[in-house]
């Protein structure tokens, strides 16, 4: 729901460091086209991310204590587990897209799994500091952001820097060829980059995070945990869907903060959501089961549903980001619908045959190595 954005938008990869969060149909705000599409955008922007993010943390805590039992030592294994991470991220950087997450995971896993072996005390400290730094940080960037914008430095200069896509880049993804990509992302990389950099404490914050929650026993099927669940959605909903309101209200010079502060919370929230609905049904249906094999299959479903938006929006396939320019939101909508159903599909037929899915059979097979 965040990426596709990226994709549809003018410029592509390099179109989001236009100031905007990925494209923009340019639809009345007021219209029932600009309503659903800031709605659609709010819902996702950040949320998934720090979900995935606290998700990492609790996988983390998992084989952490996986380990513990069998006699092993750590991180061991996992310093591999956390080095593929990283070569698979950069394979995906440099050949499909630009914002990927999993190099910056990757280096986060490293130090999350030395701490492991700390004391709770050195663990908890980490964890209020890192998120006391990563408040500070938002707030200062954001407050010069505001500064910048009442000064008229963020005028629109069309270079890619703010203010609007830079025509160069436009013309790359609409028209230049698959190695001209590459390349530009190659070119780029320090600034394609600085995502994992900026948000370093906040990731560091939410995989701890996620290593609390599992220890205290927020996703086991028992009163407390369901207790801890419905704690995460009261608190995570009532204060993080008021906040991110004001901060999309706001507008984009309000993006960091609505990225990287209030979503985390609501994300909280959407975690404490889902715990409950599922509390509630015993037996999960045909729905919950083929979510569950996307799960199953993450890493795959991550890298294609990448690859299929590039295929669809850019130059080099459908192109339908240049076709469609002024048709509003509701293609972004189906086509991220689409690649919805496809991986979800995808991964159910899959698993049917496979036990697991093709990068993480891969994975497998070169850690036991």
Known sequence: MSNVWIFAGPGGEWGLLSGDAGASSGADASSPAGIAETVFRSLANGKFLSMLTILFGVGLAIQFRSAAKRGQPWPGRYTWRALFLFAEGTVHFVLVFAWDVLMGYAVVAL?????????????RVTWIAMGAVHVLAMALLTAATLLASGDGAGGGTGDGTGGGPDADA?????????????????????????????????????????????????????????????????????IGIPVNALAALGGSDFFLLERYGAAPVLAIGYLGLIGMVMDRRRHPGPLASALASVGRTALSCYVLQNLLAMLACYGIGLGLASRWADSGPWWVMGLWAAICLVLVMGASLWLRRFEHGPLESIQKRLLRR
Not at 218 to 223: G, I, K, P, V, W
């Open 111 to 123: 130090l999350v799994a030395w701490l492991l072996t700390r004391s709770a005390w050195a663990q």
């Open 170 to 238: 436009v013309a790359l993804y609409a028209e230049g060829g698959y190695a001209d990509q590459v390349a530009f992302r190659l070119s780029h990389a320090m600034v394609l980059r600085a995502e994992p950099v900026l948000s370093f404490a906040l990731l560091v914050f939410l995989f701890l995070l996620g290593v609390r929650l599992f220890r205290a026993g927020a996703f086991q099927d028992d009163a407390a945990g369901r207790r801890i669940r419905r704690r995460l959605a009261g608190w995570g909903l009532g």
